[in-house]
């Protein structure tokens, strides 16, 4: 049965180093991802989706004017674009800080000199805001790529993005201030929605993928407790909604179930020791879906 063309949701793949996270979360969400001979048109295992591979950039500019419905691409370049989005999830990929650094020997205690200053970046509009937001004495230089190593004979202080700051610190680079936080998420054409459909369609696609990123920051854990420690332990237990408790055969004791998060696992262990459990398993989730 042939899907009408206005009900059809104009999807934008990334390009380059975004790919790879994406593309894998659609194929943990059980959606695969068949890309063509030229690598530019994939095709969804979703019916009604038009797909295709673009520079994060682009998606950005292609969204904004409407070219296409939804895309993935880092917030970083939505800000820097300017561009009217709607933001319908944050997949945590990629995530990185836009900051301004400068060379640790011009700094005045800890602060940029009240000086004449050159400001190197490939964000230019985020750059030329935070100088004005500043009210810095500065001149901004556009650079492409490898703006790190521009300080200090080219350039008093850069804005660049940073995931871990060791790229920073090795070209002796100091953090003065951070601008925003970035990461890839999935944005929309505000009109993206108005189109029952393709709304209903975008929706299914979130919770698809959102269970995802749900399942990847918890886990299942199962742990036994006697009947007269059950309630101190269930106090100190997170969940999403409330543990699954039944009793164990022949014993006056439980077992307890409970989807927590990841991130709590070394202090909640031994928590849960402590408060009387024992006979602790752990696995992973595939997806959850609230």
Known sequence: MSVNQTDIVRLALPKGRMQEGVFQL??????KIRVDERGYRPVVSMDGFDAKILKPQNIVG????????????????????????????????DPVRIVAAAPESLLVDGHLPARPLVVASEYEQLTRRWIAKRGLDATFLRSWGATEV???????VIVDNAATG?????????????LMTSSTRLFANPH??????????????????????????????????????????????PCMRQPTIARLHGEDAYAVKAAVPRKDLPTLIPLLRASGGSDILVARLAQIVP
Do not use: C, K, Y
């Not at 521009?150 to 008093?156: H, M, S, V």
């Open 62 to 93: 292609m969204l904004h004017a409407g070219a296409r419905d939804i895309g993935f691409a880092g917030a970083d370049w939505v800000g820097e674009l300017g561009a009217e989005l709607v933001e319908l999830m944050d997949t945590t990929l």
């Open 150 to 156: 521009l300080p200090p004979e080219d350039a008093d």
């Open 192 to 237: 993206a929605m108005d189109n029952p459909v393709r709304r209903q369609r975008i929706e299914d696609l979130v919770v698809l993928l959102r269970s995802v990123i749900e399942a990847r920051n918890r886990v299942i854990l199962e742990v036994n407790v006697g009947a007269a420690d059950l309630e101190r332990l269930i106090a100190v237990l």
């Open 26 to 31: 659609f194929g943990d969400a059980g959606l």
């Open 166 to 178: 060791s790229t920073l610190r090795a070209n002796h680079l100091a953090i003065v201030e951070e």
